[in-house]
Structure formats: structure tokens, C-alpha cells
């Protein structure tokens, strides 16, 4: 097959995507309008070329700074060039949105596509396979090909029925023959890493740049099992793992149409699908796993990541490696991000926590036992709860108020990474975290449509108290106590239940491989019982006071800086959420691409 080309060259900054370089031998350069624009998916492209790379991280950057909020507003936003108006509406989750795109524009612009459609795990064992022990190995795949064009509707709706994140399982050497891996694991570098890239956490999620900052942000967007779609960085939300689990940053497998016919209108005709070997893909590398100076021993685990010299963990390493060469961490400007980040977060939980209270969970008879597991599950549970959402916001906090102490000492000691420009740095990091902390307020609806005013300080004080529960009333979803909370509905056996999770809610790691199908009787802390037993959860949390911290460098006793959520008495029917978007993106709307 010779030298398939998936290394994109050039930056990607406020003015889009620079001019690439792609080693290919396919076609043109593809339509500025859709080659298809009716449902016939006519092929008139053997493979994917250079351009075609390109176009689709446009595509895919053009959706990401958009402001849709869903898979279907994001096909049918202005930001897609390729809509029609009689396009058919595709939803989905992260791992949906991920293939649908890919697909979408392969239809689109009459390219070759195909799909890995089933999955066993790769050591037999009979596990879920989206969090199975040793990965997963390709069982089937699918090609948008035939004798005559495929419905495009019926080829792309099928893919949300058949994907899940169990596709991105997989060990980086397995499934290169015909049944070949749709991903492999990109060198890290603005060559290939690009939007259009995906982020896979091993913990059931996906996601999808969108865009890369200067100062080496990963931006990220992603569907979620209540269909909302939001934005985010790539950081330890997305956690780094053993190459069994396929962890990290993906590309897609440049693949080629072979032994088809060319008919008459230029489009080809039959013919099978197939993927390029990873030695035959420029952008290939395992240096995701093993680092940039790996272990002599072969032992992923013990692999260093060296930047100039120095050796720093993963995340650190992307972040360092894609950065602007001039780059510094600016300890103020890394709060402000991450409280924005953080709001951003906190936001699309709101929208969650009201979708399920719209639903009536709140006023539902709670079920006998919970899931066989509340993070991995399906149903009513996957897509009203979020035991996962709020495991992820908790570890964002935790690592904001590590980063930021990590940072401050760094700084006391000299490091010239670390840039700040200001005469006072415990000042100027308490003032941003007051400014950021205001400018994230929200509201939530109580029980009697009465309405409770809070800030990102608010939420960071109840962190461990919100429940991930659906059924519980929406004062418990945002940890409310005292007067907050007596307009809460919830009956004895529900505050039973919230007492019983407080384990569990003490948990910022998401666990899959552990039994939780157990009564509120049955559930007790880990210290008292084994997991099999009812064991379940963290006997404590982990330390994320950001506040604390902050008020500790500065000298402020900690009594004098709290405060309480406001009461707000304005009676009447919610309206049906939608998610809001990060601060920082706004700033992306208007072509910021670089901290200021």
C-alpha cells in the first residue's frame, strides 16, 4: 500500500487551520458545496486525500466553536456548509457524535467510510465491553459501499444502534488486517494532533477537538447520554491508562476503496474497504503510552516524558510539546481558565439536574437497589443521573487546586516556566478567584418553584454533598441543607438513600469493575464491609478547597470567607434547559486563540 499520509503539518490559530501537507495520492480537492446533497451516498473518491484531511477538521472546528448544544443543532447549524435543509437529523452520545460526524462529511463529500459495528473483549472474558479489563478486539465492521449508492439516512442513523465507546477499547496493534481498527494513536505534536482528533477516557467517554490554543490547550467537544453536547479541555478528566485500553488521543485510519468500478457519472461501484497498516501511517506512535523516553524494561508504566530536558507527567507533556515555543504557565491566568472551565462544567450539570427533575424522577418512588453499576449502566439511569459528570467535575477541582499550588511553588522556586509578571502573586490569585467565582452564578429551581441563587464558591463548598441520584429532590441534587433544603419532597426512604450514598458521592474515581446493585441498607462505608458486602465508595473525600488554599496564602482565616446561597423568591414554571458554554468560548467566537 505504500505511505499513508495522516500527518497534518501547521498550526492551528485564530485564523483557522494553516495550509497542510499530507502524503497522499488520492483525487481533487473536494467540492466547496456537498457532492451529495440527496441521500444516495455516490462515492467518487477511492480515498481520503490531503485535502479532504483538511476540510473535515474545518468541519469539525467550524462545529466546535459554534454555540449548538446538541448533535442535530450542530449538523443544522450555520457553522456546517455542508446542511441542507432536507438533511435527515442524526442523535446521538459521545461515541454517536463521534462516528456521525466522520460520517456526515464522508457522505457529504462522497467519500469512502466504514465502521467497526461489533466488539468482544480481547481475553474472552464475558464483561461489559465498554469497560472491559483487557480491551477489545474488532468482531465485525461495516462499509457504506454497494452495487448501487447506500441510503445515507439509513447507513448513519444505524451507526448510534451499534457504536459505543467500546470502539475506542482497543490495544494500538491489534486489527490490522480486515477487520482493522477505525484508530490509532497519534504522535503528539501539531502535526497530528488537529481537530477532528478524538479523546477517549477509559471511563466510558469520548470526545472531539476542536481546537488547539497557542498556549497548548486541547479544546474538546462531546455528546453525552442525555444528548446535550458541551465543551471542555483535555486534561486528567480524560484518564491516561495501559495501551490494552486504547487510552488518549486517536486518530482516525486513513482507509482506501479497493477492486470497485468506476460507472459512467464518475462514482465507483462495489469493491471492500481497507485500512492502513501503522507502519505505513506517518502520525503513528506509542509514545502516548510508553513516553518520548520509554522504559528499558518495555514497561509502559515507567516511561518518561522529557520536555527540554525535563521530565513531566503526561497531560503536561501534550500540553508543553503543542504550546507556543515562547510558552510559560502564568499561575492567574491558569485559575481564571479553570474556573471557567469548571463553571462550564457546573452549568451543564444544572441542565442535567433540571432535565431529570422535568421528568419527574424527583417525585418517583425510589427503585429497591441501585444499578449493577451507577457509572456504566443503561436506561433511565444513564440518562438522568450523573455519577459520572459529577466524578469528573470533582476531579477537575481537585487538579485546579493542585495545578494551582504546584504552580505557586514552582514560582517560589525560581522556575522559569512559570511566568507571572505582577508584584503580589497570593493578592492576584485571590482576586481572580473572586472574580471568576462571581461571574459563575446560577440558579436552581426548589421543590416549591421557589429559586436558590449560587456561585462556582457555592458549589465548591457542597462538592461531596450533591447527589447523582435522579430520584432525589433537586435540594439534594445541589447539596442543600438547613433552610435550603426544607422544601425538599424527598420521603424517609429517599433521605435514607442520600445518607447511604454518602460513600459513594465521596468517590471523585470512576469504578466499573465494582458490584453496587445493593439496598440502602445494604450499602455502608469501606471500612465496615468488603465491596462485596456493601463496602462501597471513599470513607473521605479528597482535599479540592481551592478557596482554602488561597485563603491560606494570603493569611485569611478561612471563618471570614464563606457565604451562604441566596434565596430567591420568584414563583413560576421552569423552562427547558440548555447548556451554557464556557466563558473562554466566547472568546473562541471572536477569534481568540490565546490567553491575555
Known sequence: MGRWGSGLRGRIGGAGLAALALASTAGAEPAPHPVNKGDAWRIVKTEWSASDELAFSEFVQAVGRSTCTTLESCLANSANIYHVDDDPEFTGDCADMAYTLRAYFAWKNGLPFSYQSAMRTADGKPEDLRYSSNGNIIAARRDAVGEKPVSAKSFIGRIGGEVSTAMFRTHPDNGQGALFDDFYPVKIGRDAVRPGVLAYDIYGHVGIIYDILDDGRILVIASHPDRSVTRTTYGSNFLRSKPDLGAGLKGWRPIRLDGAKRLADGSFAGGKIRGAKNADIPAYSMEQFIGNRPDPNGDWRYGDFVVKGRTVNYYDYIRRTLASPDFAYDPVEELKYGMQTLCGAVRDRKVAVERAVSAGFPLQPHPPRLPPNIYGTYGPWEGYSTPSRDARLKVAFIDLK??????????????????????????????????????????????????????????????????????????????????????????EPKTRWYEAQRWLRYQAERTYDVRMDFTADELKPPSAARPEDGGIGAEAPADADLRAYLASLNSFPLASVGEKPEITLVAGSPVEPEPQLPAWHSKILNGWTKPN
Open 402 to 491: 493542585r495545578t494551582i499550588a504546584e504552580l505557586v511553588a514552582h514560582f517560589n522556586g525560581g522556575d522559569n516556566d512559570v511566568r507571572y509578571e505582577g508584584d503580589n502573586l497570593p493578592r492576584d490569585l485571590w482576586e481572580a478567584y473572586q472574580l471568576e467565582k462571581e461571574a459563575c452564578t446560577f440558579t436552581y429551581w426548589r421543590s416549591d418553584d421557589s429559586r436558590i441563587r449560587m456561585n462556582l464558591g457555592h458549589v465548591q463548598d457542597r462538592l461531596w454533598d450533591l447527589s447523582f441520584d435522579p430520584y432525589h429532590c433537586p435540594e439534594r441534587r445541589w447539596g442543600a441543607n438547613g433552610a435550603e433544603l426544607t422544601t425538599c419532597t424527598d420521603d
